[in-house]
């Protein structure tokens, strides 16, 4: 979308903050007016997820006579290959650009690597090992990039990258797993744990594979009451391996810091599905990466995990081809992907039904049950607001257990409430995205709400402690990232919105482990999958030139 064509209004933050820089811009008249235009647009485009807006050769030339910009000096905004950043946002991005391209250019000779290939691998067939290939990309580089749907083998693929990497390096290589959330970290967790079974490494270097996963912010050491992180380049992390999943969902800033910490050998492997959202904050990060470090990235190609069904309809997505996902969940030909019409609520009133029924006989049935009845569904929104946005599902699935007979009024805090943080806080160590569910504690009998904790325990924190927070019946589709659930419904709008987009649908739809049912009119589905919603950033041209310097 044009930049002067958005169909959004700014904030009152984009305005006071463009009309302070123009009234110090030392602009006049019909100068000034567009320069406060173009800052607004950019305070504008940093909150929808971009790292900088691109702009046109006069508003270039006018923006060059500005004080208050430069190429690179110390200004509040700065002018490159026709994109304006503020300082901050530049300087992550230049940094970030320098630092990616000198660690991919990093090659490692191994003698024996294609014997240890074979062996973990077999030997080349005539299909393309895709798996393989990543291997030893990891093996070779620096800089390993697996991107690949859901189910198509990252973590297995790691698991075995880390063994072999153990095997041929030997001594005490020290190797960390991390992911943007709490949510994601303990999936990587379970997956890691469940892969370690079907390994053909010796019995000492399966047990040197590690099986704790944390999340960036605690790998790269939060400091209470204090900004930044322990680990800096000038304090760097001291592991060896550093392995990244659910990278999508990294934006600029926390790449940066985080490859900024990295050891000047360590090797760094991302993890992520390039089709994807790309993270909340700025940046598209792993999508800018895959585009120029062809070298250094491998895209797995084959699914063990979903059937035909859910498979067929997120391709159909990934095209963009609205008609044959109408097709698809209309045809009948795969009964676990389909339209759910009108009267829909019938199916979320159901599930949740069933899920409070154990919340209710937690005593008999136990925590685990609990979270595994509430983990195997979700309500997924493109929205947080109407009827079919976050705040209608979770009014409504209320509405509906007080009509049930369950007591979900009288006390906010009530039993069986799901709750999701939406704030960080680092004393508790809870985190934005993490779930919780309330339940009276078995010793006092107050209410508290529990946590999963990494361990497979749990843990549980008073209500009045938790930091912001809100009912999670229903999530919006950003926050689902790094999440899976067995079954699925998606809701999308009554109305076309900006905000929706192909991979806005595709990621609702391949967090679902076995059935999706999409709530859509056919108008509105076939809007979403043709909208695209490519963000402005200077990544991967500045990853090229890097590139090209070193190569030079």
């Known amino acids: 979308m044009s930049a002067d064509n958005r169909e959004y209004q700014?904030?009152?933050?984009?305005?006071?903050?463009?009309?302070?820089?123009?009234?110090?811009?030392?602009l006049n008249g019909r100068e000034k007016s567009r320069f406060e235009e173009l800052v607004r647009l950019l305070s504008m485009d940093m909150a929808g997820g971009h790292s900088c807006l691109p702009v046109s050769p006069e508003d270039r030339e006018l923006l060059s006579c500005c004080a208050l910009i430069s190429s690179g000096d110390e200004t509040p905004l700065i002018l490159a290959h026709d994109r304006l950043y503020l300082h901050r946002y530049f300087r992550y991005e230049s940094?970030?650009?320098?630092?990616?391209?000198?660690?991919?250019?990093?090659?490692?000779?191994?003698?024996?690597?294609?014997?240890?290939?074979?062996?973990?691998?077999?030997?080349?067939?005539?299909?393309?090992?895709?798996?393989?290939?990543?291997?030893?990309v990891a093996l070779q580089q620096s800089l390993a990039i697996i991107s690949g749907g859901p189910g198509t083998g990252k973590t297995t693929t790691v698991v075995k990258i880390i063994g072999l990497l153990i095997e041929a390096l030997g001594g005490e290589l020290r190797i960390a797993l991390a992911a943007p959330t709490g949510k994601a970290a303990m999936r990587l967790q379970e997956s890691i744990a469940n892969s370690l079974a079907g390994l053909t490494f010796p019995q000492e270097i399966i047990d040197r594979i590690p099986t704790t996963a944390s999340?960036?912010?605690?790998?790269?050491?939060?400091?209470?009451?204090?900004?930044g992180f322990r680990h800096t380049h000038d304090n760097p992390l001291p592991w060896d391996v550093v392995v990244?999943?659910?990278?999508?969902?990294?934006?600029?800033?926390?790449?940066?810091?985080?490859?900024?910490?990295?050891?000047?050998?360590?090797?760094?492997?991302?993890?992520?599905?390039?089709?994807?959202?790309?993270?909340?904050?700025?940046?598209?990060?792993?999508?800018?990466?895959i585009r120029s470090l062809a070298e250094n990235t491998v895209e797995l190609?084959?699914?063990?995990?979903?059937?035909?069904?859910?498979?067929?309809?997120?391709?159909a997505i990934n095209t963009g081809d609205g008609e044959l996902a109408w097709q698809l969940l209309n045809g009948g030909e795969h009964d676990n992907v389909t339209l759910l019409r009108n009267p829909y609520f019938g199916v979320v009133a159901e599930r949740y039904n069933a899920y409070m029924e154990v919340a209710v006989h937690h005593r008999d049935r136990g925590m685990n049950a609990v979270f595994q009845a509430f983990g195997a569904f979700r309500v997924l929104c493109a929205m947080r607001h109407g009827a079919r946005g976050v705040a209608g599902v979770n009014a409504s699935v209320e509405n509906h257990l007080k009509i049930a007979g369950y007591d979900v009024t009288s006390d906010p805090w009530y039993l069986g409430r799901p709750v999701m943080v939406t704030a960080n806080d680092y004393s508790l160590e809870l985190f934005n995205g993490d779930i919780g569910i309330c339940l009276p504690d078995p010793t006092d009998g107050r209410m508290k709400v529990w946590f999963e904790r990494g361990d497979g325990g749990y843990r549980s924190c008073l209500p009045y402690r938790i930091p912001s927070c809100e009912t999670v019946y229903g999530m919006t589709i950003h926050k689902?990232?790094?999440?899976?659930?067995?079954?699925?419904?998606?809701?999308?709008?009554?109305?076309?919105?900006?905000?929706?987009?192909?991979?806005?649908?595709?990621?609702?739809?391949?967090?679902a482990k076995e059935c999706v049912q999409i709530v859509a009119s056919k108008k509105i589905l076939v809007y979403a999958l043709q909208s695209d919603y490519p963000r402005s950033s200077g990544l991967a041209e500045m990853l090229h030139h890097a590139g090209e310097g070193r190569r030079l």
């Open 480 to 511: 689902s990232q790094g999440s899976e659930f067995r079954e699925v419904v998606v809701m999308l709008p009554e109305e076309e919105s900006r905000l929706l987009n192909r991979q806005l649908v595709y990621t609702a739809v391949t967090r």
């Open 95 to 136: 940094r970030l650009a320098d630092q990616l391209a000198r660690l991919a250019g990093i090659s490692h000779a191994l003698p024996n690597c294609h014997e240890l290939l074979d062996y973990c691998f077999g030997p080349d067939g005539k299909e393309p090992d895709y798996q393989k290939r990543a291997a030893r």
């Open 301 to 315: 190609q084959k699914s063990y995990r979903f059937d035909t069904g859910i498979k067929a309809l997120a391709q």
């Open 10 to 26: 700014p904030r009152l933050l984009d305005i006071h903050f463009a009309r302070f820089l123009a009234e110090r811009s030392g």
């Open 215 to 227: 999340t960036l912010h605690r790998l790269l050491g939060v400091q209470r009451n204090r900004p």
């Open 244 to 289: 990244v999943d659910e990278a999508s969902m990294v934006d600029l800033a926390m790449m940066s810091k985080l490859v900024d910490a990295l050891m000047p050998r360590a090797r760094l492997i991302l993890l992520g599905d390039k089709d994807q959202l790309a993270s909340v904050e700025s940046g598209s990060v792993l999508a800018d990466c």
